[in-house]
């Protein structure tokens, strides 16, 4: 089945302490990206990957970083996480191009105390 | 960069069609319109991409008039399942490595 894993679920942890999200899409996509959905703020882009060693900035990379390593594994680090990153964190994965057909994960919902 | 403007909420019943208009009047020559779907505390799930004219699938219709300024949804026979969030997007012809999603249209379907 085609999908696309995110972990964990759920996270509280306390400001400062490092944390990584990871993601990991089974299709050989050469897209991966990270998004925030905030209230009243919709879906925001973090970071994305066009391939593998391949990473550039969304609209709110400050704060976080991220990795690809290998094609098929995105993971979103937060090295010093602070409340205001406390949200709901998807992970998106397409064969092409950003207007291709999205594949989302679950989601990762952050709280940071 | 092209904007999209959508209804911010929609009611309808189960079995009516639904239509959702979403306006994007600077939309580039080779921008295509997806629409996605969001249920709370998941991931948006694709639904429909065009360029013109009307695209179907199993789930929607999508209609794309021929200046391409706007785009609209057609939801048929709504279920209550269909509540949700959709979001219109248009995909930037000079920019193409990011999703730029709106606020959204939230759907209520009512018995």
Redesign the interface.
Same mark, same amino acid.
């Given at each position: 089945e085609a999908q696309v894993t995110q972990n964990p679920r759920y996270l509280i942890t306390v400001t400062g302490k490092k944390l990584t999200v990871t993601c990991s899409q089974n299709m050989n996509h050469e897209y991966m990206s990270w998004y925030r959905q905030d209230p009243g703020l919709g879906l925001r882009q973090i970071y994305y990957s066009m391939n593998v060693e391949v990473t550039d900035k969304g609209d709110v990379p400050e704060g976080y970083k991220v990795s690809r390593k290998e094609k098929r594994n995105f993971p979103l680090i937060l090295e010093s996480p602070s409340p205001n990153q406390t949200s709901l964190y998807f992970c998106a994965s397409s064969v092409g191009f950003a207007g291709t057909e999205a594949f989302f994960g679950q989601g990762t919902r952050l709280t940071v105390v | 960069l092209a904007k999209t403007t959508q209804p911010i909420s929609m009611d309808s019943y189960e079995g009516q069609e639904v239509n959702i208009t979403c306006s994007h009047n600077n939309i580039a020559t080779n921008?295509?319109i997806?629409w996605?779907q969001q249920f709370p505390?998941? !991931?948006?799930?694709?639904i429909i991409?065009g360029y013109k004219t009307k695209v179907t699938n199993e789930v929607a219709s999508l209609f794309i008039p021929a200046d391409r300024k706007s785009s609209t949804l057609s939801l048929p026979r709504v279920s209550l399942s269909d509540t949700a969030v959709y979001?219109c997007l248009v995909?930037?012809s000079y920019n193409?490595?990011?999703?730029?999603? !709106?606020? !959204?249209t939230r759907l209520q379907v009512f018995p």
């Amino acid at each position: 089945e085609a999908q696309v894993t995110q972990n964990p679920r759920y996270l509280i942890t306390v400001t400062g302490k490092k944390l990584t999200v990871t993601c990991s899409q089974n299709m050989n996509h050469e897209y991966m990206s990270w998004y925030r959905q905030d209230p009243g703020l919709g879906l925001r882009q973090i970071y994305y990957s066009m391939n593998v060693e391949v990473t550039d900035k969304g609209d709110v990379p400050e704060g976080y970083k991220v990795s690809r390593k290998e094609k098929r594994n995105f993971p979103l680090i937060l090295e010093s996480p602070s409340p205001n990153q406390t949200s709901l964190y998807f992970c998106a994965s397409s064969v092409g191009f950003a207007g291709t057909e999205a594949f989302f994960g679950q989601g990762t919902r952050l709280t940071v105390v | 960069l092209a904007k999209t403007t959508q209804p911010i909420s929609m009611d309808s019943y189960e079995g009516q069609e639904v239509n959702i208009t979403c306006s994007h009047n600077n939309i580039a020559t080779n921008d295509y319109i997806t629409w996605y779907q969001q249920f709370p505390s998941q !991931g948006p799930r694709f639904i429909i991409q065009g360029y013109k004219t009307k695209v179907t699938n199993e789930v929607a219709s999508l209609f794309i008039p021929a200046d391409r300024k706007s785009s609209t949804l057609s939801l048929p026979r709504v279920s209550l399942s269909d509540t949700a969030v959709y979001y219109c997007l248009v995909a930037l012809s000079y920019n193409t490595d990011k999703l730029i999603f !709106g606020t !959204g249209t939230r759907l209520q379907v009512f018995p």
